[in-house]
Each structure stands twice: as structure tokens, then as C-alpha cells.
């Protein structure tokens, strides 16, 4: 059964202080990983997208990694800020579908406070 | 910032009444998408469509419906609204094309049905 668990489920950090969120993922055939940000009651935003070569990808403070072969990602937060407040979803994409199948992690709550 | 937008964005109905959830986009994209997000939960996929007058059932069961008339335009209905539907409903679209092209997401409508 493809799957994307997240780690931890939520997390507290102080404001300027460095965070990394864990996804593992058993989702095959596998295209791609994507990190997206969604802030309460909106919609997700996508931070990064990374294929089955790449094995990290900075977008400003935010860095993810990938490794294929584990089957496992991370996304580093530099210097948190309180606007990085928001839930973060590890996306996976399957190769096998024409519709670009997505699935879909529980996400990380992460709460910065000053 | 996705130029696709949601309305109405907060919804509270009573059992029983039909409602129409609104989503356009001005990207000129072919696929859409509808996805259902209860609290702390990962997003599943209730209904996509490829194109005008294509339209598919997701993942998870729903009693709603949906249209494709026009490429910008992806509504979703729903008959007898009932509290088990109350959930935030997110819309999305992507380029036409291979897997791996990015989703972009309105800001939902959250419906609570008393």
C-alpha cells in the first residue's frame, strides 16, 4: 500500500532556532517529492520538488532532501521565523498514473514562538 | 501567488439544503481537481476532471458532483448537505501533461453543516 508517514506530528521551536521535519514514504513506482507549506485555512503552497535524481533543493531557508534509496526526506528550516508557523505536507508522486497521483502525508504542525 | 480562486471561502448551512462550491482558474490549465481535508488529516482526492466534459471520481467516496463546462471552471455540488460533510474543501489545477507538473491550490472552503 503506498503511504507517506511525517515526523514528528507537531513540533514547538523558538523563533530563530533551526528545525528539520522527516517523511518516509513506500509509494512506487516513484516520480517525485514535494514539500508544501499550508497555512491555517488556506491552501498548500509548494516550498520544493524533487525527482527520483536529486538529492537536495533550497528554496530560501528552506532546504529538503531526498534520499531514493531509503525512501526518505527531510526539510531543514533555517532561522524559523513566526510566519514559518504552518502545517508542512510531504507530497509523493507515482510514475504509474497519467494523472500524476499524488499522495498525501498527515503533515507536521510546527508552532515558532518568540 | 495560484490564480485560482474558491468561493464562498466559509460556509454554514443546514442539513438538508443543496450548496454549489465555486472554483476558477485563470492559468488555462486543463486538469482540476477537488480534494477533502478534515483537521490533522491528509488530503484526498474526491473528484479531478482531464479537460471540458471530463470528469472523474477520486480516492474517497463522495456524495457530491461536479461539472467541467469550461476549462476555467470546476464546480462542486452537493444535493442534501449533511453534517458528515462538514470538512474544508480545497480546489486545485496542473498544467496538462506528464506526472510530476506542479498543483496549485485555492484557499478552500471550509462547510460546516449544522
Known amino acids: 500500500k503506498n503511504q507517506v508517514e511525517q515526523s514528528p506530528q507537531s513540533l514547538i521551536i523558538l523563533e530563530g532556532k533551526n528545525c528539520t521535519l522527516q517523511?518516509?514514504?513506500?509509494?512506487?513506482?516513484?516520480?517525485?517529492l514535494r514539500w508544501y507549506k499550508q497555512d491555517t485555512g488556506r491552501g498548500p503552497v509548494s516550498l520544493t520538488i524533487m525527482t527520483f535524481s536529486e538529492n537536495t533543493k533550497s528554496n530560501g531557508r528552506y532546504t529538503a532532501t531526498l534520499d531514493a534509496d531509503t525512501k526518505q526526506s527531510s526539510l531543514h528550516i533555517t532561522a524559523s521565523q513566526l510566519s514559518d508557523s504552518a502545517s508542512y505536507i510531504c507530497?509523493?508522486?507515482?510514475?504509474?498514473?497519467?494523472?500524476?497521483?499524488?499522495?498525501f502525508g498527515r503533515g507536521t504542525q510546527l508552532t515558532v514562538w518568540p | 501567488e495560484a490564480d485560482i480562486y474558491q468561493t464562498p471561502r466559509y460556509l454554514v448551512i443546514g442539513t438538508g439544503k443543496k450548496i454549489t462550491l465555486e472554483c476558477s482558474q485563470t492559468m488555462g490549465h486543463d486538469k482540476m481537481y477537488w480534494y477533502q481535508q478534515d483537521p490533522g488529516m491528509e488530503l484526498h482526492l474526491i473528484h479531478y476532471s482531464y479537460g471540458v466534459n471530463s470528469t472523474e471520481k477520486g480516492d474517497l467516496s463522495s456524495e457530491s458532483t461536479v461539472s467541467r463546462i469550461r476549462t476555467e471552471h470546476f464546480p462542486l455540488t452537493l444535493e442534501s448537505a449533511r453534517p458528515s460533510h462538514t470538512s474544508q474543501y480545497l480546489c486545485?489545477?496542473?498544467?496538462?501533461?506528464?506526472?510530476?507538473?506542479?498543483?496549485?491550490f485555492g484557499p478552500g472552503t471550509r462547510l460546516t453543516v449544522t
Open positions: 486545485a489545477s496542473s498544467e496538462d501533461g506528464e506526472n510530476g507538473y506542479e498543483q496549485y
Open positions: 507530497v509523493v508522486s507515482d510514475r504509474g498514473s497519467t494523472l500524476g497521483r499524488l499522495y
Open positions: 517523511c518516509n514514504y513506500t509509494v512506487s513506482p516513484f516520480s517525485n
